[in-house]
């Protein structure tokens, strides 16, 4: 089966400019997660859909960061107007569900932000 | 909210040997899952083992097994006969059984393991 697809895999931009992430998740996962990994940290999870509802958004900063998942599908993370911190990787992961199981993430090859 | 901390940075380990990475995490809850994850340099993290709270057994998944210590929050990761493709940063994560806490996870920040031939 394919795997999550991200694009674009690379992104420098000038501090204060927009920028858009696209994530394609496993065909039939219901759940959805963007998260945010700083250059030697852990991944941190910025937002959670079940299908095209959110379930968790409690660490994004809602001032500059916005995200949807049409149809239940696809999903695109926005960041305007970026800043130097946002330089990150930006995983997207897909999951069948959260509930009822150990169920794994399933994750994307990922976005580097660069942020000059 | 739930914490996870992989206190060694970076381990290493001779080609064949074998290698243990900590991981604890600190949480109320009684139901959870643990992970353990592996992302290789360049590559995609994926799924290495996986443990159910309520199961005492110990996952072990081929070469990697886990001590599953509940009491002590404590949930290492073990690689016997380490090979040079086990090499990468290995991420342990903690996942809420809550459907209330939407399932959330909790990574920790990471061991880097360098395997040498």
């Known amino acids: 089966e394919a795997g999550v697809a991200q694009s674009p895999r690379y992104k420098i931009i000038e501090k204060r400019q927009s920028v858009a992430f696209w994530c394609n998740p496993i065909?039939?996962?219901?759940?959805l997660y963007w998260y945010q990994q700083i250059l030697g940290q852990g991944p941190k999870l910025l937002i959670q859909f079940q299908n095209n509802g959110v379930v968790d958004d409690s660490q994004l900063p809602k001032d500059r960061f916005s995200a949807e998942r049409l149809k239940g599908v696809d999903s695109t993370l926005k960041i305007q107007p970026a800043k130097l911190e946002d330089s990150a990787v930006y995983l997207c992961?897909?999951?069948?569900?959260?509930?009822?199981?150990?169920?794994?993430?399933?994750f994307g090859p990922g976005t580097r932000l660069t942020v000059t | 909210a739930q914490t996870v901390t992989q206190s060694q940075p970076e381990m290493s380990v001779q080609e064949a040997e074998t290698v243990t990475l900590s991981c604890t995490y600190d949480t109320s809850e009684s139901d959870y899952y643990l992970f353990w994850y592996k992302q290789p340099p360049s590559r995609q993290m994926i799924l290495v083992i996986r443990?159910?709270?309520?199961?005492?057994q110990n996952a072990t998944e081929n070469r990697f097994s886990v001590n599953f210590q509940k009491a002590a929050k404590s949930f290492s990761l073990k690689i016997s006969d380490s090979q040079l493709g086990d090499a990468a940063m290995y991420f342990c994560a903690y996942r809420s059984a809550f459907t209330a806490n939407a399932g959330k996870s909790t990574f920790g920040d990471g061991t880097t393991l360098t395997v040498k031939p």
């Open positions: 443990q159910e709270a309520y199961k005492q």
């Open positions: 992961a897909s999951s069948l569900g959260f509930s009822g199981g150990p169920y794994e993430q399933y």
């Open positions: 065909s039939g996962h219901a759940t």
